[in-house]
């Protein structure tokens, strides 16, 4: 009542618009002696009929109760909402009164593991996002709960195993219990490092009167800008290129050193070897080669009619076929013609 949220301590979970709220928490030393009003608004769906609760919560010391040894255990299968049911809270601390026989034992803090930086759950096999949940009691811790403390199991956490501990079984049957995660804290041997925070008046010190920047701003000079964003890298590419084409254009060997550096004989095998090519394709391109007998004409094979060339002078005729029928040829046979009235003629 009177802020605009709910104190920083207290936490509000609601999972649908119809399953129940819960409100839940821990109080610091700050908050002993003041209590704490909540304004609870709610509103029907159908009507929009509202109703107004006021919640009053009076924290009290818990120094005439003191509760030096405390534990705490990470619930793998519960949810916060689950765990704060006035029925399953009872049962996990019976089961830890059970293992730990102390005179007094009461729940002081219960955290979603979400709030611990644990990671929301995929929705499959009815997983839960875990919850941590802290005890305390008068008496020393048991035996039981010292298990976690030896090399062996330390050793098995660490290998991302299971640790062997004797009394799981007074829980497995309703509390999955993550026992690496356990922590166990003994306020008798520690030392109060409090420090009592002084807070100021929330006024921040006087800095004087501002100044803004003036209307006019100075001119600024941009040409050394320009000098190194594209003078100096023009230049530096200018001098690669002539460097580039120094290499490419001066330094070539060239056809006169490589005369030099080849052996005299060599060079006259290539010569001669140059001409008697020369002088084969010049007498190759004078001498008068007969047409191939494909390309002659030839007569019809019904008619005995002659029939043109197959093919232009320019036609290429390595692809044409040379058993063919010619004409004015020794040793020539003609093939037989069909006259009139049935006779045949050679």
Not at 157 to 176: A, G, L, W
Not at 189 to 202: D, L, P, Y
Not at 225 to 238: C, G, K, N, Q
């Amino acid at each position: 009542m009177g802020y605009p949220d709910r104190p920083g301590w207290l936490r509000y979970i609601q999972r649908t618009p119809y399953s129940d709220g819960v409100l839940y928490g821990s109080p610091t030393v700050e908050n002993v002696g003041k209590p704490t009003i909540i304004e609870i608004t709610a509103y029907n769906r159908r009507t929009f009929e509202t109703a107004r609760h006021n919640l009053i919560i009076n924290i009290m010391s818990a120094e005439d109760f003191p509760l030096p040894y405390q534990a705490e255990f990470f619930i793998r299968n519960m949810n916060v909402e689950e765990m704060l049911a006035s029925e399953v809270l009872g049962d996990f601390l019976g089961a830890v009164k059970n293992v730990w026989q102390p005179e007094r034992l009461n729940a002081i803090n219960i955290t979603s593991a979400l709030d611990r930086g644990g990671r929301v759950p995929l929705p499959i096999n009815d997983m839960k996002e875990g919850v941590y949940v802290m005890v305390g009691a008068d008496v020393p811790f048991s035996s039981c709960l010292r298990e976690v403390e030896n090399p062996q199991n330390q050793l098995r956490c660490s290998q991302e195993m299971e640790p062997v501990i004797t009394c799981d079984k007074k829980f497995r049957t309703q509390f999955h219990i993550d026992w690496c995660k356990i922590s166990l804290v003994d306020n008798t041997k520690q030392v109060s490092t409090f420090q009592e925070v002084i807070r100021g008046e929330g006024i921040l010190p006087d800095g004087g009167e501002y100044k803004p920047p003036s209307d006019t701003l100075k001119s600024r000079d941009y040409y050394s800008d320009f000098l190194i964003t594209l003078a100096v890298p023009s230049a530096i590419a200018l001098v690669l290129f002539l460097i580039l084409a120094y290499i490419m254009c001066c330094r070539r060997e060239g056809v006169e050193k490589r005369n030099m550096q080849t052996p005299d004989i060599q060079l006259v095998h290539h010569s001669a070897i140059q001409k008697s090519t020369k002088e084969l394709r010049d007498m190759s391109k004078n001498r008068e080669i007969a047409w191939p007998l494909s390309t002659l004409p030839v007569f019809h094979p019904v008619t005995g009619e002659i029939v043109p060339p197959l093919h232009t002078d320019s036609y290429d005729n390595t692809s044409m076929p040379l058993m063919q029928t010619q004409q004015n040829l020794p040793h020539q046979t003609q093939i037989p013609q069909q006259q009139s009235a049935g006779k045949w003629y050679s």
